[in-house]
């Protein structure tokens, strides 16, 4: 897909493709070079989205019974799986990602969740009756109306449909609002619900600007917001939220810690943060970024880090060998630049990498780099970096492993290591967090995912992911022998 021979620049409103009357450059992160000119969607597109949300066939699909929803999701996870292949190279293209991994996230995951969302809510039933002190209460779910979605660039298919499934499932019409810099993939769901036969206005794609997503956020016709991204954006969204109150599910940054316990096998936990802390050049939010190792094994597990952090194939995301790729925008590449100079400033060591990797003079490449003898307090531990960095700070005990992963503003996510299963479990439920993995970390679709503190409010993935998309209405009445 190339500038020259497709025609990128569209929006999905009403069911239907129009051109985008303004535009925005996607750059291919390996090359730094145009990619494609994507759709920049405008205040007044936004209006037309939102008010085909609200047409008469967005309505009809609030009120389907839940198995019409269930078969027409099943077409549409069916669709989107014969796009998978395609659609993952097109993402590595625009943010960098090795494609073994967008096979996997951008190819394979976005039709597993609608077929998991669509099974789920046929079994179902949408009313539910309850005896009552006096009568019998009818509890019904409804869906909750129309959903601004705002997602980011890391992971653009897995974190756009964490917000689309449930919420289709649910009932409800979603304008999904996809970053610009990957605006290009996100016209996978497009295609895809045409071809399904998703009823037009159900779901619109609107790519934009942080106005055009603070303005979908605020607009009056919108009953529920749904936002991943920086923790930055998530407080101003939460704030206009609570001013007009209207729900919103918000999941947000981390910087997680890897307990590694003093009995954990330095090969096995090496080799489990390779996926657990680098994955995604380093751009996910979840990541193991902060290593808390033990003071008597501190050198041990720095230098077997700094080998895998240096072992680690760097390349063309396109290359199937590739294990880190460049990351999604010059801007970002030069911000952990800066947080790599600002730990060292702060007194940490620089193991392995810390610059630009040789070689790689075009694109948006950062060596994987290892911070040594990193304070807890120091920035570089404190603020989420989003780049391919990890620093390592020494603790002494159990309980001052716990205490240093819980000191951190965030909350989303970390991972504890240990060869006795039941140890690090006990850890794990003392650490303040969504999400622990006991020596590895990987979501489950069936469970739910989301912070505490400044990592977000509510919860994706699982049964619970569709609470957010239902009000339940209670009907108290009467039974005829009570009349």
């Not at 989003?386 to 620093?391: E, R, S």
Request: proline share 5%; glycine share 10%.
């Amino acid at each position: 897909m190339t500038a020259s021979t497709v025609d990128t620049a569209r929006l999905f409103i009403g069911g239907s493709f129009r051109p985008a009357v303004q535009t925005s450059a996607v750059v291919e992160a390996a090359t730094g070079e145009l990619l494609a000119q994507g759709p920049r969607a405008t205040r007044a597109d936004v209006d037309d989205a939102v008010t085909a949300a609200r047409s008469a066939e967005a309505l009809a699909w609030r009120t389907a019974p839940p198995a019409e929803r269930q078969a027409v999701l099943t077409h549409f996870a069916a669709a989107l799986a014969s796009r998978g292949e395609d659609t993952a190279t097109l993402v590595s293209r625009e943010n960098g990602m090795p494609i073994t991994l967008s096979r996997q996230v951008n190819g394979v995951f976005p039709a597993a969740l609608i077929g998991y969302y669509a099974k789920l809510v046929g079994r179902l039933d949408t009313e539910e009756v309850r005896p009552a002190l006096v009568g019998e209460t009818v509890v019904r779910r409804e869906a909750v109306g129309v959903v601004a979605a705002i997602t980011p660039w890391n992971y653009p298919q897995a974190l756009a449909v964490m917000k689309i499934a449930p919420a289709l499932a649910a009932g409800c019409s979603v304008v999904l609002k996809p970053a610009l810099e990957t605006s290009l993939d996100a016209m996978a769901f497009a295609e895809a619900a045409v071809e399904a036969g998703l009823p037009a206005g159900v779901l619109a794609v609107v790519p934009g600007d942080a106005d055009v997503g603070a303005y979908l956020v605020g607009h009056p016709e919108v009953d529920k917001v749904s936002f991943t991204g920086s923790t930055a954006a998530g407080r101003a969204i939460g704030a206009e939220c609570g001013r007009l109150i209207r729900p919103v599910t918000l999941e947000l940054g981390g910087k997680s810690a890897a307990v590694v316990l003093d009995d954990a096998d330095v090969h096995t936990t090496v080799e489990g943060l390779r996926s657990a802390s680098f994955v995604n050049n380093g751009q996910t939010c979840h990541l193991s970024s902060r290593i808390l190792v033990p003071t008597a094994r501190y050198a041990e597990f720095v230098d077997a880090i700094a080998a895998l952090a240096a072992g680690l194939r760097i390349g063309d995301p396109l290359d199937e060998d590739t294990e880190i790729g460049p990351l999604a925008s010059e801007r970002q590449r030069d911000r952990v630049l800066d947080y790599i100079r600002v730990g060292r400033e702060s007194g940490a060591e620089v193991v392995v990498g810390g610059g630009v990797p040789a070689g790689r003079p075009r694109g948006w490449f950062v060596e994987p780099t290892v911070l040594a003898g990193v304070d807890n307090s120091s920035r570089v531990a404190r603020e989420e970096i989003f780049g391919p960095v990890l620093t390592v700070t020494g603790y002494d005990d159990d309980a001052d492993a716990i205490r240093l992963a819980n000191d951190s503003e965030y909350g989303l996510a970390g991972t504890v290591w240990s060869q006795d299963v039941d140890r690090a479990t006990t850890v794990a439920r003392a650490i303040h967090t969504g999400t622990v993995g006991v020596n590895h970390y990987q979501l489950d679709i069936r469970s739910p995912f989301g912070g505490v503190k400044s990592s977000g409010i509510g919860r994706e993935l699982g049964p619970e992911g569709l609470n957010a998309y239902w009000s339940y209405k209670s009907i108290y009445r009467l039974t005829s022998e009570e009349e």
